[in-house]
């Protein structure tokens, strides 16, 4: 990942949201090598190779055993809606695959993670350690041949919680 690649995720997830904490998270993700894996922060770019959509998969825990964060996702507002968001997001998903992760959890919107086929982080015994409503915590399995950890949710330190 070069110095620009850098720059233009963090230009993207400062745009996506009200405040820069995303791109502040990312930053703070990148610079945790027990968090960090490379080839997990995925983008999808313009006809012009302009980096319009962010997604970062990073190292957590569930009951101890390894697992991955999807967030933040982020896509620049006027790319928004156009699909660009879960470009990035599946192919952040299939880099995971392809590592021989087994498990992704990710918080967030409860009609739009499911697509992906994430599912309640409560079917399958998971808890992040704070409160959140139960449809917005989610999981993905993503090699059904193996056990799925379950247990609380050990984020890395950079997400405060």
């Known amino acids: 990942m ?4 850098r720059e233009q995720i963090h230009r993207v997830n400062a745009a ?39 997604a970062l998969l990073s190292r957590c825990r569930v009951g101890g055993r390894p697992a991955l964060v999807l967030g933040p996702c982020a896509v620049l507002p006027e790319h928004q809606r156009t699909g660009a968001g879960a470009a990035a997001i599946r192919a952040g998903l299939e880099a995971a695959r392809e590592l021989g992760e087994n498990l992704v959890t990710v918080l967030g919107h409860p009609d739009y993670y499911p697509r992906f086929g994430f599912l309640r982080a409560s079917e399958w015994g998971i808890a992040p350690g704070f409160d959140v409503p139960d449809e917005a915590m989610r999981v993905l399995s993503l090699d059904p ?9 050990e984020y890395p330190p950079a997400f405060g919680v």
Do not use: Q, Y
């Not at 070069?2 to 690649?5: G, N």
């Not at 930053?27 to 894996?37: H, K, S, V």
């Open 2 to 5: 070069t110095a620009s690649d």
């Open 16 to 54: 996506a949201f009200p405040t820069t904490a995303e791109a502040e998270l990312v930053d703070a993700l990148r610079a945790d090598p027990d968090a960090w894996i490379a080839g997990l922060s995925t983008v999808a770019t313009d006809d012009d190779g302009k980096v319009v959509a962010h």
């Open 145 to 153: 041949t193996r056990p799925v950890p379950t247990g609380v949710i």
